[in-house]
């Protein structure tokens, strides 16, 4: 059975500080790995997806790695602003199966 | 092109009443799955959907909670005679047929999740 953790689970920096969110499953035949931001009272924005064979996807200031041997992601929000407050899931897609496994999160908090 | 949608967005209900949740999923998508989560935990999954079927509902409480996904209209997520422990935040997701064969490269998108109260 896939368990995926998220540490810390909850984090606050100052504005402009470097974000950095970790992930771990524990069955590294996965499909491919998502990170999602989610709001408060509001439902799950996709940022970055990673396919098992990529090693890292970038969009604007986010970043994300992927070693799935090790079972880890990383993701990596550069020069941290207020509007990045909000909770980060990471979901692994398992090998061939639809049933997305979630960790429980990393809430940030960025303190202008 | 609007994205999957749900409603409520949130719901009360007493202890014993019934809450049915409907999720409306994008354009073109055949498929919907349902996620439940609770209170600081991640999302769990539920029930898959396509039309007119249910393909899994592995992780669905054998009892008081049913699925659908009719031809026309909404998928719907029924929970009867709810109780306290039913509150929790449940969010729908669809996804297009690829005709990959692979199930696991149906990308599936989200809905903004109905959260529901048990007073």
């Known amino acids: 059975k896939q368990e995926v953790t998220q540490i810390p689970a909850a984090l606050s920096v100052p504005e402009g500080e470097n974000l950095v969110l970790n992930c771990s499953f524990t069955d590294s035949a996965i499909y491919n790995l998502q990170w999602f931001r989610q709001d408060p009272g509001k439902g799950l924005t996709s940022l970055l997806l990673i396919q098992s064979s990529q090693r890292e996807q970038t969009s604007g200031r986010l970043n994300a790695s992927l070693d799935k041997s090790s079972g880890r992601s990383t993701l990596y929000i550069a020069a941290s602003q207020p509007g990045d407050s909000a909770t980060y899931l990471c979901?692994?897609?398992?090998?061939?199966?639809?049933?997305?496994?979630f960790g429980a999160g990393t809430t940030v908090t960025v303190r202008a | 092109n609007a994205g999957v949608m749900q409603n409520p967005r949130h719901l009360v209900r007493r202890r014993g009443q019934e809450a049915r949740l409907r999720c409306s999923p994008m354009?073109?998508?055949?498929?919907v799955y349902w996620y439940r989560q609770l209170p600081e935990e991640g999302l769990k999954f539920m029930v898959y959907?396509?039309?007119?079927?249910?393909?899994?509902e592995s992780g669905m409480p054998k009892e008081r909670f049913s699925a659908e996904f009719p031809k026309e209209g909404p998928s719907i997520l029924r929970i009867q005679q709810v109780v306290r422990g039913d509150s929790a935040a449940y969010f729908c997701a669809s996804s297009p047929e690829t005709g990959s064969g692979s199930l696991a490269k149906n990308i599936q998108y989200f809905g903004a999740g109905t959260r529901l109260s048990v007073l």
């Open positions: 354009k073109g998508h055949s498929h």
């Open positions: 959907l396509q039309k007119e079927n249910i393909i899994d």
């Open positions: 979901a692994v897609t398992p090998g061939n199966d639809y049933k997305l496994s």
